[in-house]
């Protein structure tokens, strides 16, 4: 008898919760084989290539060792030594959702690579699956849901998002956060509760999801509000209205800790964006129609063509953000789905109001992800992008709505094959859907790219080496993928990084300027800043002096930094853009803000008395120029064009941070020259020589 009632329990258990079972079996295994071999073995692979996940995954790492959560700026002295690198605590906030489970799985797997494959996998499957429960709730189909789901989870989109930002496969609160909004509309007691569930969640994965939840709760109202207002129902509207405040209110409220946070950490954010962001952004990753019809570059059954296609048409975005192709099947089943939806409007009302919704979140989202203007027949129309951009300049990247364009699409398509099931029949039925199902996979198939996360031997041999930080060359920005895979290596090769400081720093200067190792002056400086180690990528061999071979291994070649450590150098730092060369070999560098420094670095063990004498250019109009040991004045002079300067500084050993101050607000180049160009800029310093008694000059470019 027990066992009778363990199986009658078990039976009971398998029929109210095997269906959304089922479907999660169906997305877990779907995700295990988009992403082998990360299942088999996540600490030894990683999916994507070195990039924005390297970047993500040594992040982990300087939090793990410095004992941090996402919050902490703390400053890391792995990245841009000798100065650090401070943590970008400041904006994690809006993304601690995953940021803190990543750095959960770091703790619990010791690992952060197999932590970064391990929540990666997980969203692959959360987000599938909470794109079933909203499909089949609005068709009323196992098979409707089962293929939204997949067309939601495994599109392009998210899987060359997978290849870099795992917070774009996390996309799971979105579609619950329309089935309470749905729910609600429905009179369902779970409605409110898992609407304002999904949009705490959401607007704390990362910083663009309060625009996904802004549009989603845009289209809401849309739809909630205007039958009820056009045909002037009070009630019905008065009703509505109290649906729009207290959705608002809900979203408005779990923003505020965010706001306070961001506004508090103003200067923070802004220093951690410097140079990321520009005006014509909301153009460049804007979307463009043929991008949202045309299949994947990597489609393995029509990249023939659709990659050329594709290639000649990236208007200065790149491949992962315009990935926008929502399958023609989907597209299909979707006209299917609102057709039937219109048809059947007065006999199946949720299901006709769920259908508008979804219509409305596709307009919506559609509109929204569009360049900042538009010209139709020669007409500039700005779109929303424009009047949001002007609020919050954060977002760039509008394209990224097509996680809430998608949302509509597949709930559309859900109805179009919960439609077709009923048609064919019990029979029939399942085997149309599964060859729906199958098609749609094929339809949105990507080939998927990963690479070992073990190290190249070079790194072992620069492991074997005495301490002392090192640099890689070719020395490229902070923000290219190339860095962040350097950095990636930094625990397998032992040695801090000197390569990786910030436009806007100190250490940003310093790399712009030793960029280029045959420089005269580049071995004395690295040696200067405690760099012992140079590590050449694909670039040859480095002229003798001053760089010593230590030798050659898959991945590069290891020199030792032989030169004698510069005694005095000086370079503009905080306040200024990147270096930019010149002609005759230095570099020039604008002054972007009314005030900035000049770091000195004396290495000559005393304290010792300098002139320091650069040449200082103005853009357009004529300025003060101050430079000031702290309220000590050493130079006022007027620049009204290319001035030669000189003043005398008493600098102890160390670094020192001279102040620069100028009287005018730096001007935008592009309002002067009629150009997009955003850049603001006052002053431009040449190269800074130093002399003194006893003392070799120098000059740092």
């Not at 169906?26 to 070195?50: E, K, M, N, Q």
């Not at 919050?71 to 990245?79: K, V």
């Not at 160390?654 to 620069?660: C, F, I, P, Q, S």
């Given at each position: 008898m027990s066992d009778a009632r363990h199986q009658g329990a078990a039976r009971a258990l398998l029929e109210r919760h095997g269906l959304w079972l089922a479907a999660l079996a169906i997305f877990a295994a779907v995700a295990i084989v988009i992403t082998r071999p990360l299942a088999r073995d996540p600490s030894a692979t990683v999916f994507g290539t070195p990039g924005d996940a390297t970047g993500q995954i040594t992040l982990i790492e300087y939090r793990a060792e410095l004992g941090v959560g996402p919050l902490s700026s703390r400053t890391t002295p792995e990245e841009s030594a000798p100065f650090g690198l401070p943590l970008p605590g400041a904006t994690a906030l809006p993304q601690v959702a995953v940021e803190e489970p990543l750095q959960l799985a770091r703790s619990v797997l010791g690992d952060a690579v197999a932590a970064y494959?391990?929540?990666?996998?997980?969203?692959?499957?959360?987000?599938?699956?909470?794109?079933?429960?909203?499909?089949?709730?609005?068709?009323?189909?196992?098979?409707?849901?089962?293929?939204?789901?997949?067309?939601?989870?495994?599109?392009?989109?998210?899987?060359?998002?997978?290849?870099?930002?795992?917070?774009?496969?996390?996309?799971?609160?979105?579609?619950?956060?329309?089935?309470?909004?749905?729910?609600?509309?429905?009179?369902?007691?779970?409605?409110?509760?898992?609407?304002?569930?999904?949009?705490?969640?959401?607007?704390?994965?990362?910083?663009?999801?309060?625009?996904?939840?802004?549009?989603?709760?845009?289209?809401?109202?849309?739809?909630?509000?205007?039958?009820?207002?056009?045909?002037?129902?009070r009630r019905l509207a008065l009703a509505a209205l109290r649906r729009a405040g207290l959705a608002v209110g809900i979203a408005v409220a779990a923003l505020i800790p965010q706001a306070i946070w961001l506004q508090t950490h103003r200067d923070r954010i802004d220093a951690a964006l410097a140079g990321t962001r520009s005006p014509t952004d909301t153009t460049t990753?804007?979307?463009?129609?043929?991008?949202?019809?045309?299949?994947?570059?990597?489609?393995?059954?029509?990249?023939?063509?659709?990659?050329?296609?594709?290639?000649?048409?990236?208007?200065?975005?790149?491949?992962?953000?315009?990935?926008?192709?929502?399958?023609?099947?989907?597209?299909?089943?979707?006209?299917?789905?609102?057709?039937?939806?219109?048809?059947?409007?007065?006999?199946?009302?949720?299901?006709?109001?769920?259908?508008?919704?979804?219509?409305?979140?596709?307009?919506?989202?559609?509109?929204?992800?569009?360049?900042?203007?538009?010209?139709?027949?020669?007409?500039?129309?700005?779109?929303?992008?424009?009047?949001?951009?002007?609020?919050?300049?954060?977002?760039?990247?509008?394209?990224?709505?097509?996680?809430?364009?998608?949302i509509g699409m597949v709930v559309l398509a859900a109805i179009g094959v919960a439609w077709i099931v009923a048609r064919l029949g019990r029979r029939a039925g399942p085997i149309a859907a599964l060859a729906l199902a199958a098609l749609t996979l094929v339809d949105l198939a990507v080939d998927s790219v990963h690479f070992p996360s073990g190290a190249p031997p070079v790194y072992a041999l620069l492991a074997e080496q005495p301490p002392g930080a090192r640099v890689e060359y070719p020395l490229v920005p902070p923000v290219e993928g190339r860095h962040l895979g350097y950095i990636f290596y930094t625990e397998a090769?032992?040695?801090?990084?000197?390569?990786?400081?910030?436009?806007?720093?100190?250490?940003?200067?310093?790399?712009?300027?030793?960029?280029?190792?045959?420089?005269?002056?580049?071995?004395?400086?690295?040696?200067?800043?405690?760099?012992?180690?140079?590590?050449?990528?694909?670039?040859?061999?480095?002229?003798?002096?001053?760089?010593?071979?230590?030798?050659?291994?898959?991945?590069?070649?290891?020199?030792?930094?032989?030169?004698?450590?510069?005694?005095?150098?000086?370079?503009?730092?905080?306040?200024?853009?990147?270096?930019?060369?010149?002609?005759?070999?230095?570099?020039?560098?604008?002054?972007?803000?009314?005030?900035?420094?000049?770091?000195?670095?004396?290495?000559?063990?005393?304290?010792?008395?300098?002139?320091?004498?650069?040449?200082?250019?103005?853009?357009?109009?004529?300025?003060?120029?101050?430079?000031?040991?702290?309220?000590?004045?050493?130079?006022?002079?007027?620049?009204?064009?290319?001035?030669?300067?000189?003043?005398?500084?008493?600098?102890p050993p160390g670094e020192t941070r001279l102040a620069v101050e100028t009287d005018r607000p730096p001007t935008r180049i592009g309002a002067v020259l009629g150009t997009p160009e955003a850049r603001r800029v006052a002053l431009r310093f040449a190269g800074i020589g130093a002399d003194g008694p006893g003392t070799p000059p120098f000059v740092l470019g």
């Amino acid at each position: 008898m027990s066992d009778a009632r363990h199986q009658g329990a078990a039976r009971a258990l398998l029929e109210r919760h095997g269906l959304w079972l089922a479907a999660l079996a169906i997305f877990a295994a779907v995700a295990i084989v988009i992403t082998r071999p990360l299942a088999r073995d996540p600490s030894a692979t990683v999916f994507g290539t070195p990039g924005d996940a390297t970047g993500q995954i040594t992040l982990i790492e300087y939090r793990a060792e410095l004992g941090v959560g996402p919050l902490s700026s703390r400053t890391t002295p792995e990245e841009s030594a000798p100065f650090g690198l401070p943590l970008p605590g400041a904006t994690a906030l809006p993304q601690v959702a995953v940021e803190e489970p990543l750095q959960l799985a770091r703790s619990v797997l010791g690992d952060a690579v197999a932590a970064y494959g391990v929540v990666l996998l997980l969203g692959l499957v959360l987000t599938p699956l909470a794109a079933y429960l909203l499909c089949r709730h609005v068709s009323g189909s196992w098979w409707g849901g089962v293929v939204g789901g997949l067309a939601y989870g495994f599109n392009p989109w998210v899987i060359e998002q997978a290849h870099g930002h795992v917070h774009f496969v996390h996309l799971w609160p979105l579609p619950l956060l329309v089935l309470g909004l749905i729910g609600v509309r429905e009179g369902r007691r779970w409605g409110w509760p898992l609407y304002a569930a999904a949009t705490l969640v959401a607007l704390y994965v990362h910083t663009y999801f309060t625009l996904f939840v802004g549009a989603l709760i845009a289209a809401f109202l849309i739809v909630d509000l205007v039958g009820p207002l056009v045909a002037r129902r009070r009630r019905l509207a008065l009703a509505a209205l109290r649906r729009a405040g207290l959705a608002v209110g809900i979203a408005v409220a779990a923003l505020i800790p965010q706001a306070i946070w961001l506004q508090t950490h103003r200067d923070r954010i802004d220093a951690a964006l410097a140079g990321t962001r520009s005006p014509t952004d909301t153009t460049t990753y804007g979307s463009r129609w043929f991008e949202w019809i045309v299949p994947s570059y990597r489609n393995p059954y029509f990249d023939e063509w659709t990659a050329p296609y594709r290639a000649a048409r990236l208007h200065g975005s790149n491949f992962a953000e315009t990935s926008l192709y929502v399958g023609l099947v989907v597209l299909a089943l979707a006209l299917l789905g609102a057709t039937v939806a219109v048809l059947a409007r007065r006999a199946e009302r949720p299901r006709a109001r769920a259908a508008a919704l979804a219509g409305a979140i596709v307009v919506v989202g559609l509109i929204t992800s569009l360049p900042r203007m538009i010209h139709p027949l020669g007409i500039g129309v700005p779109m929303p992008s424009y009047a949001i951009s002007k609020v919050v300049d954060e977002w760039r990247v509008y394209a990224r709505l097509f996680a809430v364009v998608e949302i509509g699409m597949v709930v559309l398509a859900a109805i179009g094959v919960a439609w077709i099931v009923a048609r064919l029949g019990r029979r029939a039925g399942p085997i149309a859907a599964l060859a729906l199902a199958a098609l749609t996979l094929v339809d949105l198939a990507v080939d998927s790219v990963h690479f070992p996360s073990g190290a190249p031997p070079v790194y072992a041999l620069l492991a074997e080496q005495p301490p002392g930080a090192r640099v890689e060359y070719p020395l490229v920005p902070p923000v290219e993928g190339r860095h962040l895979g350097y950095i990636f290596y930094t625990e397998a090769a032992g040695r801090p990084l000197m390569n990786g400081g910030k436009p806007g720093t100190v250490g940003g200067a310093v790399d712009g300027r030793l960029a280029d190792p045959t420089r005269p002056w580049v071995a004395p400086a690295l040696a200067a800043l405690g760099v012992r180690y140079a590590l050449l990528h694909d670039l040859g061999t480095l002229p003798a002096p001053g760089f010593r071979p230590i030798g050659t291994r898959p991945g590069g070649t290891v020199y030792r930094v032989a030169a004698a450590a510069a005694p005095l150098m000086a370079v503009p730092g905080d306040g200024f853009g990147v270096p930019e060369p010149r002609p005759d070999g230095g570099y020039d560098q604008w002054l972007e803000r009314q005030t900035g420094t000049i770091a000195v670095f004396n290495r000559t063990g005393r304290t010792s008395r300098v002139r320091l004498s650069t040449t200082v250019g103005t853009f357009i109009a004529a300025r003060d120029l101050v430079v000031r040991d702290r309220d000590r004045v050493l130079l006022r002079r007027r620049i009204a064009g290319p001035t030669h300067v000189a003043f005398d500084v008493t600098v102890p050993p160390g670094e020192t941070r001279l102040a620069v101050e100028t009287d005018r607000p730096p001007t935008r180049i592009g309002a002067v020259l009629g150009t997009p160009e955003a850049r603001r800029v006052a002053l431009r310093f040449a190269g800074i020589g130093a002399d003194g008694p006893g003392t070799p000059p120098f000059v740092l470019g």
